[in-house]
């Protein structure tokens, strides 16, 4: 006995399917809009950071060829003691000193500057591509919209293509919250605390300028090498926003070289061993399995104390394994649940990443005794 199909249920089915698809192209649209307002907040907010940092530049060349001449004229004064008076000598140094002080100072805003400038482009440019995927979804809704408004006849026979479309909305949107998530917590463990450490250190050097001005250019020294680091950690993460050297190259020699160069980087004692065959496997497969070891490293390098790193991967026909072993201070993992959010991001990053290639994820630590992360993905 053939059951009869439910042209009526069908039809309820594709209404949801056609409302349900709307509202997305709302949402979308929503985003796109806020990105566009965002993007031109963004864009008059990077004109004026431009023109203040070239007004500030302007300034400090100007303070600085006075800081020069106020130099010059202390070296003069300090020579000729028949000429000036000790009461010279000394107004001729205190106002070399504060002219230095100022320079050093105006100096240390244009490094804040140049940085927030930068941040400022690079936010631009992840703003303006962000408003073109929106619009692309938008377009390829609007498609599917108009396939199926369309193609409301003869459902019994399209049945299979209908159910194809809904499971490919499904998968943009699906798609679209993972990338935004991965995006939030790469930012929040990198340039929003470098951001934050530097707005907290200059505070403190502006009150350090009132009660102990001899020691801001010590501060300010300090500041431009966090400020240098904050630069190396945003370059790293768009750096690791693609691992462009896997489009090359296979996963083991990519790993190798990240491996060499993360030993002479931060001059650490680390290992990689490979068993097996090599084979290339899927491109998704092979970016999630480079950044759960970016990610891992990167927790050592921050968190551990290590001396000796191992990294060792195994291939086989059905599963790859990979191990991250290190001789550090070592935790306690049933404490994380304990912690907050943020000091998790890197261990949440990678089990998600390992689950959403249906595989293993295990670690194992304690407090002296060093950190072993374990993860095994079927191939």
Same mark, same amino acid.
């Not at 000429?83 to 002219?99: C, G, P």
């Not at 408003?131 to 006849?153: C, D, P, T």
């Not at 998968?171 to 340039?191: L, S």
């Given at each position: 006995?053939?059951?009869?199909?439910?042209?009526?249920?069908?039809?309820?089915?594709?209404?949801?399917?056609?409302?349900?698809?709307?509202?997305?192209?709302?949402?979308?649209?929503?985003?796109?809009?806020?990105?566009? !307002? =965002?993007?031109?907040?963004?864009?008059?907010?990077?004109?004026?950071?431009?023109?203040?940092?070239?007004?500030?530049?302007? &300034?400090?060349?100007?303070?600085?060829?006075?800081?020069?001449?106020?130099?010059?004229?202390?070296?003069?004064?300090?020579?000729?003691?028949? #000429?000036?008076?000790?009461?010279?000598?000394?107004?001729?140094?205190?106002?070399?000193?504060?002219?230095?002080?100022?320079?050093?100072?105006?100096?240390?805003?244009?490094?804040?500057?140049?940085?927030?400038?930068?941040?400022?482009?690079?936010?631009?440019?992840?703003?303006?591509?962000?408003?073109?995927?929106?619009?692309?979804?938008?377009?390829?809704?609007?498609?599917?919209s108009q396939y199926l408004s369309k193609h409301m006849e003869n459902l019994s026979t399209r !049945?299979?293509?209908?159910?194809?479309?809904?499971?490919?909305?499904?998968?943009?949107? &699906?798609?679209?919250?993972?990338?935004?998530?991965?995006?939030?917590?790469?930012?929040?463990?990198?340039?929003?605390?470098?951001?934050?450490?530097?707005?907290?250190?200059?505070?403190?050097?502006?009150?350090?300028m009132e009660v102990e001005p001899q020691n801001v250019r010590t501060e300010l020294v300090r500041?431009?090498?966090?400020?240098?680091?904050?630069?190396?950690?945003?370059?790293?993460?768009?750096?690791?926003? #693609?691992?462009?050297?896997?489009?090359?190259?296979?996963?083991?020699?990519?790993?190798?070289?990240?491996?060499?160069?993360?030993?002479?980087?931060?001059?650490?004692?680390?290992?990689?061993?490979?068993?097996?065959?090599?084979?290339?496997?899927?491109?998704?497969?092979?970016?999630?399995?480079?950044?759960?070891?970016?990610?891992?490293?990167?927790?050592?390098?921050?968190?551990?104390?290590?001396?000796?790193?191992?990294?060792?991967?195994?291939?086989?026909?059905?599963?790859?394994?990979?191990?991250?072993?290190?001789?550090?201070?070592?935790?306690?993992? =049933?404490?994380?649940?304990?912690?907050?959010?943020? =000091?998790?991001?890197?261990?949440?990053?990678?089990? =998600?990443?390992?689950?959403?290639?249906?595989?293993?994820?295990?670690?194992?630590?304690?407090?002296?005794?060093?950190?072993?992360?374990?993860?095994?993905?079927?191939?």
């Amino acid at each position: 006995m053939k059951i009869l199909f439910d042209a009526a249920l069908l039809d309820k089915i594709i209404n949801e399917i056609l409302l349900y698809i709307q509202k997305s192209q709302e949402q979308v649209y929503d985003i796109a809009e806020n990105t566009r !307002i =965002e993007y031109v907040r963004v864009k008059d907010e990077l004109e004026d950071v431009r023109k203040t940092v070239l007004q500030l530049i302007d &300034r400090v060349d100007k303070l600085y060829a006075r800081e020069k001449r106020a130099r010059l004229h202390l070296m003069e004064v300090s020579r000729d003691f028949n #000429r000036y008076t000790e009461a010279d000598i000394k107004r001729a140094y205190e106002r070399a000193q504060q002219l230095q002080l100022e320079v050093a100072g105006l100096q240390g805003q244009e490094q804040l500057l140049r940085y927030k400038r930068d941040n400022l482009e690079k936010n631009l440019r992840s703003l303006q591509e962000t408003q073109k995927r929106a619009e692309n979804i938008m377009s390829h809704l609007g498609v599917v919209s108009q396939y199926l408004s369309k193609h409301m006849e003869n459902l019994s026979t399209r !049945i299979g293509e209908i159910m194809l479309i809904q499971q490919l909305g499904i998968n943009i949107i &699906r798609a679209q919250e993972e990338e935004r998530k991965r995006v939030a917590r790469e930012i929040h463990d990198g340039p929003a605390q470098l951001l934050a450490n530097i707005v907290m250190r200059a505070e403190y050097i502006l009150k350090l300028m009132e009660v102990e001005p001899q020691n801001v250019r010590t501060e300010l020294v300090r500041l431009q090498e966090l400020v240098r680091q904050s630069l190396q950690d945003v370059r790293k993460i768009i750096f690791d926003l #693609r691992p462009m050297v896997l489009d090359d190259l296979r996963l083991v020699p990519a790993l190798n070289r990240y491996v060499e160069d993360y030993r002479n980087q931060h001059k650490q004692n680390i290992e990689f061993v490979f068993f097996g065959k090599q084979a290339r496997l899927n491109p998704a497969t092979e970016v999630a399995l480079f950044r759960v070891v970016q990610e891992a490293l990167s927790n050592v390098r921050k968190h551990a104390k290590a001396k000796n790193i191992l990294v060792k991967m195994e291939q086989l026909n059905d599963k790859v394994t990979i191990l991250i072993k290190d001789d550090g201070i070592g935790f306690n993992p =049933e404490n994380l649940e304990h912690h907050s959010q943020r =000091e998790c991001y890197g261990l949440i990053n990678m089990r =998600e990443r390992v689950q959403i290639l249906k595989g293993e994820y295990k670690i194992m630590s304690a407090p002296g005794k060093g950190t072993m992360i374990t993860l095994t993905i079927p191939v």
